[in-house]
């Protein structure tokens, strides 16, 4: 069964600093990664996904995924109080339709 | 594009009292998931259906927990005998098709078993 581990669990940064999130997960054969966005009484919303080994970027966020260590990074370039929210991981499983998803990290951008 | 909904937002029940959350997902998405997301972890998956057919159950604790789709749109989930342990928020997400497609979650609803 897939697992998916993020850290750290909680980041602090400054307003206009770049913020490192991590994940990994156990299968190596997963189709694709999520990071999902969650603040406080909502659902979680759908941020980037990448699919291929490498990097992805959009707006202010970049991607990047390594099959081989399994592991992916989140990075949001001059991060905004209103980035202040549970940033979730989640890999896709084999036939696409199952997410498994991390415990998450709490990130706070402080003004 | 209205979103997808989810009601009650909020349950307060005592121990061995059933409940029932409903989800209307976006209109024209034929995979529906459920998810339980306990305070400060991530969602953990219970069931998902394409149309109205159930395809992965096996998280679902089927003694209490059971759910429905009934015409592939709507859906419902019943706990039947709650126990505190059931305290979580519970998730509704549907997607365009089965894949690699973005999921789109509901706000959730808030069960709170004392």
């Known amino acids: 069964q897939e697992k998916v581990q993020q850290s750290p669990e909680s980041l602090i940064v400054p307003e206009g600093a770049m913020s490192s999130l991590n994940c990994t997960f156990s299968n190596s054969a997963s189709q694709s990664i999520w990071w999902y966005q969650q603040h406080p009484g909502k659902g979680p919303e759908a941020l980037i996904?990448?699919?291929?080994?490498g990097n992805k970027k959009e707006g202010r966020l970049t991607v990047y995924l390594n099959r081989a260590s399994l592991h992916v990074s989140l990075h949001i370039r001059d991060s905004q109080p209103s980035d202040s929210a549970v940033y979730l991981c989640a890999a896709n499983n084999n036939a696409g339709a199952k997410l498994t998803f991390g415990g998450g990290t709490r990130l706070t951008v402080r003004p | 594009e209205a979103g997808v909904t989810q009601s009650p937002r909020y349950a307060v029940l005592q121990e061995g009292q059933a409940v029932s959350f409903w989800c209307d997902p976006i209109?024209?998405?034929?995979?529906l998931y459920w998810y339980q997301q306990p305070r400060d972890q991530g969602p953990q998956l219970l069931v998902y259906f394409r149309d109205e057919a159930v395809i992965d159950n096996s998280q679902l604790p089927s003694d209490r927990f059971s759910a429905v789709r009934p015409k592939g749109t709507n859906s419902t989930l019943k706990i039947q005998s709650a126990k505190q342990g059931d305290t979580a928020t519970y998730l509704c997400?549907?997607?365009?098709?089965?894949?690699?497609?973005?999921?789109?979650f509901g706000p959730g609803t808030r069960l709170t078993v004392l």
């Open positions: 997400a549907s997607s365009r098709d089965w894949g690699h497609y973005e999921q789109y």
């Open positions: 209109s024209g998405h034929d995979t």
């Open positions: 996904s990448i699919f291929s080994n």
